[in-house]
């Protein structure tokens, strides 16, 4: 998918929602092999339980959100199940560490309609 969207010229490529930031971890470790492009993420705060309540608090949240840094992850946010004080302690997990800025290396691929 990276290597499609890049070829499209898109700006950055991501993912949003529908699972916590441990669950989309590895989708967000592979999509970072197939891209130089910026990448996101924007997990949810863990999969609500029967009773509607988000199982990742805040600090949890910016924690698991640190093993991001070292696949480029350049973009932050939080979907459902956050909020002001789960930004508030993303943001300073993120003021804790310099910004990775070197560049990841463009993967050679084709992409046809059945590969």
């Not at 998918?1 to 950055?12: N, P, R, Y």
């Not at 991501?14 to 891209?35: D, K, R, V």
């Not at 698991?64 to 480029?72: A, I, K, N, S, T």
Request: charged share 15%; aromatic share 6%; net charge negative.
């Amino acid at each position: 998918m990276g290597v499609l969207l890049e070829s499209m010229g898109v700006d950055a490529v991501g993912i949003n929602c529908s699972l916590g930031p441990e669950e989309i971890y590895p989708i967000a470790e592979e999509l970072s092999q197939w891209t130089s492009l910026p990448l996101l993420a924007k997990p949810n705060a863990g999969l609500p339980g029967p009773d509607g309540a988000y199982p990742v608090g805040p600090e949890a949240f910016a924690k698991q959100m640190e093993q991001y840094l070292p696949l480029g992850v350049h973009l932050f946010g939080g979907c459902c199940g956050t909020n002001p004080d789960t930004i508030a302690q993303l943001r300073q997990m993120l003021a804790a560490h310099k910004p990775l800025l070197e560049s990841r290396s463009s993967v050679r691929a084709v992409c046809t309609a059945t590969t």
